[in-house]
């Protein structure tokens, strides 16, 4: 299992990642927009679509940093304190439910099923009952 902290951003993710990746020595290795999402799976705004759906940051040490820009509808809005996440990239797809079966109960909030993505992972969102924010990830495209 590995585990990335992911941000989100208020439609700055990809000028913060261009400036970790100047300041850390990083690489930009993922950079996806809203406008990649399948044809009918949201109503964005032309300006939306060109937000950040997802980034990654590989930095030198190996460490893989990741994020968004928040869109409304999206998961929760965008707000100091809930702007980063934890992405866990378990081993296997039965791990994955362990884990979002695990995080949820007493008292946690699924904040999107685990199911498979149109990226081809099978990824889902909880919030424990601490107010700790989860991404679980497992797929082919697997984070190293």
């Known amino acids: 299992m590995k585990m990335h902290p992911y941000l989100n951003f208020a439609g700055e993710a990809e000028a913060?990642?261009?400036?970790?990746?100047?300041?850390l020595g990083g690489e930009v290795t993922q950079l996806m927009r809203?406008?990649?999402?399948p044809p009918g799976a949201a109503s964005l705004t032309e300006?939306?679509?060109?937000?950040?759906?997802?980034?990654?940051?590989?930095?030198?040490?190996?460490?893989q940093l990741m994020a968004?820009?928040?869109v409304p509808g999206f998961g929760p809005d965008h707000?100091?304190?809930?702007?980063?996440?934890?992405?866990?990239?378990?081993?296997?797809?039965?791990?994955?439910?362990?884990?979002?079966?695990?995080l949820?109960?007493?008292?946690?909030?699924?904040?999107?099923p685990i199911e498979d993505q149109f990226w081809g992972d099978y990824h889902?969102?909880?919030?424990?009952?601490?107010?700790v924010h989860w991404m679980i990830?497992?797929?082919?495209?697997q984070v190293e």
């Open 34 to 37: 809203y406008s990649e999402l």
């Open 68 to 70: 968004s820009d928040v």
């Open 104 to 112: 949820s109960s007493e008292g946690g909030t699924i904040t999107m």
């Open 16 to 23: 913060a990642f261009r400036f970790y990746a100047n300041t």
């Open 124 to 131: 889902g969102q909880v919030t424990d009952r601490f107010g």
């Open 79 to 102: 707000a100091v304190g809930n702007n980063v996440h934890l992405m866990i990239n378990p081993d296997s797809r039965a791990e994955a439910d362990r884990l979002m079966s695990a």
């Open 47 to 63: 300006p939306q679509l060109n937000l950040v759906l997802h980034a990654a940051l590989r930095l030198p040490d190996g460490l």
């Open 137 to 141: 990830n497992y797929g082919e495209s």
